[in-house]
């Protein structure tokens, strides 16, 4: 069985545009989570999903969006970017709601450069 | 406010040595999750763990509830296990991770 897969895996963009971050998961899981990565600190949670409805929020700004689509799969979007928007962007994605109730599994992120 | 500390944040040893690397947090969970990530930048889940301990090969995770403390171990380690090992404590919908600790083995 495949991973979870994360595309692209590098991304340049420049401020102020808007980028798209893909992420599949595992077959069966239908809890998909989104998380950030600045160099040199651990991964902050952006976003939950479960089941097509946003389940949890972390703390970023309304240009952070995402969704789930019906096969589970789901987009993180981030308009007006800005470099302090440069990070490793990390889905992960589980059976379970609740993270205290089962194993998450990650996809290897996708590395956004804001210039 | 939910914080996870670890320590050391680096630790460099030489290959067979023992390791261990500590986790404290600061509330009440239900699940501590022990995860390795490599240069990459690829994450993978090693032990989540709710009370007493685990082992998996050559790594035990170890937890103390009422001490709000858990410890990650790697017996005879191997420079292929050198990567940051993080603890996150689960909280419902969201992992709460601490920063990390820098694993290097010599040969």
């Known amino acids: 069985d495949a991973g979870v897969t994360q595309s692209p895996t590098h991304l340049i963009k420049t401020r102020g545009q808007h980028v798209t971050l893909r992420c599949s998961p595992i077959?069966?899981?239908?809890?998909v989570s989104w998380y950030q990565q600045v160099l040199g600190q651990g991964p902050q949670f952006i976003f939950q999903?479960?089941?097509?409805?946003?389940?949890g929020r972390g703390n970023f700004p309304d240009r952070f969006s995402a969704r789930q689509f019906p096969n589970y799969s789901s987009e993180l979007n981030v308009n007006a970017l800005l470099l302090g928007d440069s990070a490793l962007y990390l889905c992960?994605?589980?059976?379970?709601?609740?993270?205290?109730?089962?194993?998450?599994?990650f996809g290897n992120g996708t590395r956004l450069t804001v210039t | 406010k939910n914080e996870v500390e670890q320590s050391p944040q680096n630790l460099t040893a030489q290959e067979g040595e023992f390791i261990t690397i500590n986790c404290s947090y600061s509330?009440?969970?239900?699940?501590l999750h022990w995860l390795q990530q490599h240069p990459g930048g690829g994450i993978v889940s090693l032990f989540m763990?709710?009370?007493?301990?685990k082992k998996h090969g050559r790594l035990i995770a170890t937890i103390n509830i009422q001490e709000k403390h858990s410890s990650l171990h790697i017996t005879a380690s191997h420079p292929r296990d050198s990567a940051v090992y993080i603890c996150?404590?689960?909280?419902?919908?969201?992992?709460?991770w601490g920063a990390g600790t820098k694993l290097i083995i010599k040969p």
């Open positions: 509330v009440g969970i239900s699940a």
């Open positions: 077959s069966g899981h239908k809890s």
């Open positions: 996150a404590e689960g909280s419902n919908y969201q992992l709460i």
């Open positions: 992960a994605s589980s059976l379970e709601l609740r993270v205290n109730l089962g194993t998450l599994h």
């Open positions: 999903y479960y089941e097509k409805e946003e389940r």
């Open positions: 763990l709710s009370s007493g301990k």
